[in-house]
């Protein structure tokens, strides 16, 4: 498959992901390209990761998990990180969570939003998890819902918002339906960085030997190949409009 570039000409983004980490398992290393260009990139996280962690407490590992997001996002040049406070490992898709990442669309007004894979399966054919897929579906729906001022109108009144409808695209990291892609030679560094930052995270896991610089290259050199440069991260791009 031949990939096709991402559209750059933007400058805010809104990443709206169901975990601290999930940006880091691909994408972060496009954010650090944006963000070196000037772009805004403002992190929304769904939950705080609190039931990541089978050794540590929800309580502590909300604090820790949130502290390793901020750094995390820090290395790719993102300081904007956000919670919405759902509970970790139970999203379920409705109006709640849409109302909440709809009121992040309105705050923050960007013209991209940026999700993870919502589809049954990983490329390769893994299962997704629940929240992920909760998550994406959400995001979907709530862009729609931002811009229309009668759906969760109260946002307007209460919290001073304004509806907008100025997303163009919604760009789904990790997607097996990806036919676009960025290059992230330059950056790939700074998204290993950005992943070695949940350190607790990742020894929670118990992956032996997991090498997060081995683990995202051969992610970012196999979609490079398909994209003609040494380290590249795909996306499905989803159109908001008629002439996007």
Request: net charge negative; proline share 4%.
């Amino acid at each position: 498959m031949t990939l096709q570039p991402l559209d750059e000409d933007w400058s805010t983004a809104l990443a709206v992901v169901a975990h601290p980490d999930d940006m880091e398992f691909g994408a972060a290393a496009a954010v650090a390209r944006w963000t070196g260009q000037g772009k805004r990139v403002v992190y929304t996280m769904v939950t705080s990761g609190e039931a990541g962690i089978d050794g540590m407490h929800p309580d502590e590992a909300r604090r820790v998990r949130e502290g390793e997001q901020v750094a995390s996002a820090r290395a790719v040049g993102v300081d904007d990180v956000e919670y919405l406070g759902f509970a970790d490992g139970v999203i379920e898709y409705g109006l709640p969570l849409r109302r909440a990442i709809a009121g992040a669309v309105r705050r923050h007004r960007p013209e991209v939003v940026i999700t993870g894979n919502y589809r049954e399966t990983f490329p390769g054919g893994m299962l997704n998890q629940a929240d992920h897929i909760a998550t994406g579906r959400a995001v979907v729906d709530a862009v729609r819902d931002a811009g229309n001022r009668w759906v969760f109108a109260d946002q307007l009144e209460a919290d001073g918002l304004e509806p907008w409808g100025g997303v163009r695209q919604v760009w789904v990291a990790g997607s097996p339906g990806a036919e676009h892609a960025v290059d992230v030679t330059a950056t790939f560094d700074a998204g290993v960085a950005s992943l070695r930052a949940h350190a607790a995270y990742l020894d929670g896991l118990g992956w032996e030997h997991f090498d997060p610089a081995e683990f995202l290259g051969r992610l970012t050199t196999a979609t490079g190949e398909a994209f003609g440069t040494r380290h590249a991260t795909a996306f499905e791009v989803l159109k908001m409009g008629w002439d996007d």
